[in-house]
């Protein structure tokens, strides 16, 4: 289920909500800004794939949850319309610049290392993405096309939370093999956090 086949049904982009770690939940007030049924309206989120659950609530919002959050990276993903005017030094984590452009900078990385060692590219298996911290960039990343439509977007504080939760993920979950340890379906699956992160932080591909 991805946020494009919500708000195909919807009208609008779904809003996340919560920390994900445990379900992936998005809400919606649809209903009632398009005057629509907001029972008619579950009925047809629940008749899409991936859906494990809605709720209506209140009078007319939608709690929706989903099976596998990480099937959000089937989505195309762009860079926002925003132009950072954070300073490129210091290089330090007390600069928002640098952890945001070296959230970039660690992804390309990431895809760097995962072709040299061989990570397979094919077999995307969306549920491996079950870590807390790639389930908070995930998170993250399900606010993107919400923001892309609202008049107040707030897109610096979202690239920095969003880098911050990729740093977390990078450095506990890593996107490539340790060690012994060989490549494998997990690592895929982590690339193509890597490959999102990469397409939305604004950034150099090195640091």
């Not at 494009?4 to 982009?13: K, M, N, Q, R, W």
């Not at 298996?125 to 995930?138: G, K």
């Not at 606010?143 to 911050?164: D, H, I, K, M």
């Not at 990469?198 to 591909?205: A, K, M, Q, S």
């Amino acid at each position: 289920m991805t946020p494009e086949e919500l708000a195909a049904v919807l009208g609008e982009p779904p809003a996340p909500e919560g920390s994900w770690e445990r379900e992936a939940v998005y809400v919606s007030a649809a209903a009632l800004r398009r005057g629509l049924d907001a029972g008619e309206l579950a009925e047809r989120v629940r008749a899409l794939g991936g859906v494990a659950s809605v709720e209506v609530r209140g009078k007319g919002f939608l709690r929706i949850v989903v099976t596998v959050p990480g099937d959000l990276l089937r989505s195309a993903w762009a860079r926002p319309p925003f132009e950072p005017s954070w300073p490129d030094f210091p290089r330090t984590w007390d600069n928002p610049g640098f952890v945001v452009r070296y959230g970039h900078a660690r992804a390309c990385a990431a895809l760097r290392w995962a072709r040299e060692l061989g990570v397979p590219e094919t077999g995307f298996a969306a549920e491996l993405l079950d870590d807390p911290w790639h389930r908070r960039v995930l998170r993250a990343l399900a606010e993107l096309p919400g923001r892309l439509v609202s008049r107040e977007p707030g897109w610096e504080s979202y690239l920095l939370r969003l880098a911050l939760a990729y740093h977390d993920a990078h450095e506990r979950a890593p996107a490539v093999p340790m060690g012994e340890e060989e490549p494998g379906a997990v690592h895929t699956a982590r690339v193509r956090v890597a490959a999102a992160v990469r397409e939305v932080l604004p950034g150099p591909d090195r640091l």
